[in-house]
């Protein structure tokens, strides 16, 4: 029996999850060049709990992704997660992988005690065209087996030459990935932190509370493997609510661009007057309020969408161009400060990095636009 | 064919040794149509290094050996722990004992060949710039931004100015001692009033020159000035007391001039190696002989100064792109995917072409025009603006080819991402330059007009 949302309550939530925002979240980050401690992040994650804005338990109760299938709570996560992403995307992204880690592992029947990351981004893009046929149920090719081999982590197999790496905060304890079994069938493997290699590799780009793991599996068999009819239709799933959640997170890191930007050009004055006056400058806005303006319909419509397999490619094709326009309005954003929108210190080139990392995960919009070509494909 | 055997061709192209590939085809053609016609299986560093001059070719050579041995393994390490002085004093001492720091000046004022004196000065400056900037941004900017502090020095046109400070600078840095100069103009609150004209008819200076007995009493503060941090003499601009911007005045305030400090180094998005200090000015004794190119010809020397520093800094922006661009091919030929490497994929090959395309036609727009003998706003401008915007695109796609792994410091694009950006900005906002090329042709289009 999951919690039952009414529309009444999303407006409620959003604006419950504004305050914190402002009263929690935001003094911690007031300094962009400084990133928020552990600690300081662990206590964050227990007053996030305790608003509800997500659900550590395996019972039922509220929070992002608590039950997507359902009509509300993508409105409602999605919503959020911009939100959280306004004040701060790293944070955000950390809300959204624990929530994702908690919604694989309910649908999986695994222990919702041990802080779980669905790993859903493979070794390296999405397979060219095959994760796409897969996920459609085309017939698959030598060459799709082959990349598919190569993109999804084979167990019982020695690691490829790429390395396998996720995004997450420090504190996770076992680790949810899509795998292939040694006989090519797809399931869900939960490893145990324990259980794998795994290196943290810090100073990535952007998304600095978190960190980007590099991790193979010991070569033990993973705690538990989920195969069968429904592991293949979660990964789509939990592929659609991450590319939600990324598009979200980046869209709410530009409101916040946008409104320093104006801020800064409202204040600065150039040849005896305010920036915000001279054309170079509006122009630079315009495209930033017209980016906004943009992404948000189409975040508002995607996350009316269902979280089924078949819209996938939906969710897909609208992330491959909204990264795109997002962080170009980041650049022009940072831009309108000069100088000194390059200081770590004004926080626009963090947003910039931020953006860009998030366009970088779990598909670049090359990589998005060729799964599009395929799912469009009769 | 697989992994380890020796290939023969890439995925979707004719081998080199096939009858129909042009390069055996065009065997059928006479010596004559050869001279013209022929196929160059070189990389395009070769290709453009040998359509280079040949002082600049060799320029270029030394310069690439030199920022692939000294700057290249610093790379990672000065933009995550910028300003540790023992490696920038190695950076520094290497880079004296090869030439660099005066390398694109011929002797004797610098320490380049005597040959490169029949060479218009921007097209070595862009030539040497690229290079380090290819190997890091950061290290790049440390080694180049000297060559703006010294530009007032030069375009002066005293002699006794070059031989008092310039010359010295050289022979001292020869000697292994290295000399560095840096360039203050911008000030809190007024970045781009001191860009361009019409802002500055404008705005109110904050840096003040008083006049003392035998000199001037400087006032005020800097902002953003890259090297100020370690630079041995600033070229200070100040306005005159009582007087407005049409007074700006050069002054040269060497380091530990009472009164003269780094107050801080900004922290940056990238370019890291090279810091953004900020110098404030406190009664600072300038004597007259250090007054550069004469009293109120401050505003002169700073917009030429401008003029004949973007196209290095488009030549920055194209070798950031460069060494993006040579990261993703590494990347792209070295990582497989269903048993063949990346490069094999015809979505990559296109992506790699246009990053070829994109910083081929960078390279080709500064070289043309730095090989022109005067230099102009409208050309450096117009250099500035499409090489940075363009070196932001190419960084752009060695991040999507990398995909996911473009994120990790340790994998570079994403660094050069961070240091392409800065040259949107610096040098004059790109919105500024844009301007400044219409400035430029400001009498064509009042010629239209006056004809209405």
Known sequence: METELTEDDIPLMLAEIRRFCQKSVGPLVERPERTIEAGQLVRLTEQAWEIGLINPGVEPGTGLWEDPECDGWVRLSSGALCGVGRTNAGIAFHFHQLALGRYVSRRLGIDGDRQGIACVQGVYGLARYSLARLLKGADLSDEDRALLHDYFVTLGSEAENLPLLFQAADGWQQLLAPCLDEKGEFGWAAFGREDIEVVPLPDSHGLDETVTWQWQPRGESPRQFTAGESALPLYAKALHINAQALVAIALGSLESAYEKAAEYAGLRKQAGKTISRHAAVRQMLARCASTIRTVELLRGQLSRLAVTTNNLGTVFAVRAQAHNLLCAAANDAMQVLGGSGYSRDAGLEKIVRDCNHLRLLCGTPDELLMFVSEWEEN | ?452
């Open chain 2, 1 to 452: 064919m697989g992994q380890g055997s020796t290939r023969e061709t890439l995925a979707g192209h004719l081998p080199p040794t096939h009858p129909l590939s042009p390069r055996q085809a065009f065997r059928c053609f006479p010596p004559l149509t050869s001279e013209f016609m022929t196929y160059e299986p070189r990389w395009i560093w070769e290709q453009d290094t040998a359509a280079l001059p040949g002082p600049l070719a060799e320029l270029r050579r030394q310069t690439r050996a030199f920022a692939e041995q000294e700057l290249r393994p610093r790379s990672l390490e000065g933009d995550l722990r910028p300003h540790d002085r023992d490696t920038e004093t190695a950076v520094l001492k290497r880079a004296a004992e090869a030439g660099v720091l005066f390398g694109h000046l011929p002797q004797p004022v610098g320490s380049g060949e005597t040959a490169l004196m029949d060479y218009p000065l921007q097209w070595a400056a862009t030539v040497k710039v690229e290079e380090l900037c290819a190997a890091c941004g950061g290290w790049g900017l440390l080694l180049s931004a000297h060559a703006l502090g010294m530009m007032p020095l030069l375009i002066s046109g005293d002699k006794k100015v070059l031989k008092r400070f310039v010359i010295p600078a050289n022979r001292r840095t020869q000697a292994g001692e290295p000399y560095l100069f840096a360039f203050a103009i911008t000030e809190p609150g007024a970045g781009s009033d001191v860009e361009e004209g019409y802002g500055a008819s404008l705005c109110k200076p904050g840096t003040i020159a008083k006049q003392a007995e035998g000199g001037w009493l400087l006032g005020g503060r800097k902002l953003f000035i890259s090297g100020g941090d370690i630079a041995d003499a600033v070229t200070v601009f100040a306005a005159l007391e009582g007087e407005g911007i049409e007074s700006w005045t050069c002054f040269l305030v060497e380091k530990g001039t009472p009164g003269f400090t780094c107050v801080r180094n900004e922290l940056k998005m990238g370019q890291r190696a090279s810091g953004a200090a900020e110098l404030e000015l406190k009664d600072v004794f300038v004597p007259d002989d250090r007054v550069i190119g004469g009293l109120r010809n401050g505003w002169a020397l700073n917009r030429a100064s401008l003029t004949c520093s973007r196209m290095p800094v488009a030549a920055i922006a194209l070798g950031i792109a460069q060494g993006a661009m040579d990261t993703a091919i590494d990347f792209v030929c070295r990582f497989r995917m269903a048993g063949r490497p990346l490069i094999d994929r015809q979505e990559v090959q296109l992506r790699v072409a246009d990053m070829i395309g994109e910083t081929g036609a960078m390279r080709s727009m500064i070289w043309q025009r730095a090989a022109r003998p005067v230099v102009t706003q409208a050309n450096a401008s117009m250099c500035k603006v499409r090489c940075s915007d363009a070196a932001l695109r190419v960084c752009e796609s060695a991040m999507e080819l990398l995909g996911n792994h473009g994120v990790l410091h340790r994998n570079y694009v994403e660094k050069h991402f961070r240091d392409a950006r800065l040259t949107q900005i610096y040098e004059g906002t790109n919105q500024i330059n844009r301007l400044a090329v219409i400035e430029d042709f400001q009498e064509v289009f009042l010629e239209k007009l006056n004809q209405q």
